[in-house]
């Protein structure tokens, strides 16, 4: 990794960004909100992590089982931590509703969150990875996931992209075109990406990135 960039955790740790993507590019349809977590027809992205192709369910299961620590920002807690949102029988990975080390970026924790096992994190999104981070590697070392997952929403992915965070973008694109929505790439600079798999389903492709972090030296 470049020295150029954010102190990187060592490399039993990866920063991965993982979300369902529209083939337009957005992660959310139009109108999202608290009582609308997706937007109008956004349900469509996530179709594929409650049907029941083999594809998916391996996707779910890798992804679930390689989480040490999740991130995510303060508008899909909302959504989550909502009264329409998880349960005990879906919650992260779907069906798989695991309880990984949660890490929300929020500039005020809520006074009385719904679920119990929330860590908020007051000052800003890298100490929040970086946290995340210390968490995973010991995870990791009791034999469990050693990835930190940035689960969304599309700002916060987009942010640590921005900032050189991220190791890793996995995206799952559902073939669905939105037309209107909140799009996850919103950025400027360019970014290189390295592809590592492709694994399609009936109801998605699932991508893996690579992210290239250009050196202090100015590689492109």
């Known amino acids: ?9 060592n490399d ?41 192709d083999p594809v998916d369910r391996e996707v ?14 303060r508008r899909l807690f909302d959504v989550v ?25 929020t500039r005020e924790p809520p006074v009385s969150p719904r679920l119990p096992f929330w860590r908020f994190v007051t000052t800003g999104l890298a100490d929040a990875v970086t946290q995340a981070s210390d968490v995973a590697r010991g995870v990791a070392q009791a034999g469990g996931g050693a990835d930190v997952v940035l689960m969304g929403g599309g700002a916060t992915i987009g942010s640590a ?7 890793v973008l996995q995206l799952h694109v559902s073939p669905v075109v939105l037309g209107a929505g909140t799009p996850l790439f919103t950025g400027r600079r360019r970014h290189g990406l390295v592809q590592r798999e492709v694994r399609v389903s ?8 690579d992210v290239h972090h250009p050196s202090s030296r100015g590689d492109p």
């Open 1 to 9: 990794m470049s020295s150029g960039g954010p102190a990187r955790p």
């Open 12 to 52: 039993m740790t990866r920063i991965v960004g993982d979300i369902s993507i529209s083939v337009d590019g957005l992660v959310t349809g139009p109108d999202p909100g608290p009582e609308n977590g997706l937007g109008d027809g956004g349900e469509a992205l996530h179709a594929w992590a409650f049907g029941d």
């Open 60 to 73: 779910l299961r890798d992804g679930t089982a390689a989480s040490g620590a999740v991130v995510l920002g």
């Open 81 to 105: 931590d909502g009264p329409q949102g998880w349960t005990e029988e879906l919650g992260y990975g779907a069906r798989e509703a695991a309880t990984p080390a949660f890490f929300v970026v």
């Open 161 to 167: 992209l921005e900032a050189g965070l991220l190791d």
């Open 202 to 209: 009936s109801t998605a492709v699932h991508l893996v990135y």
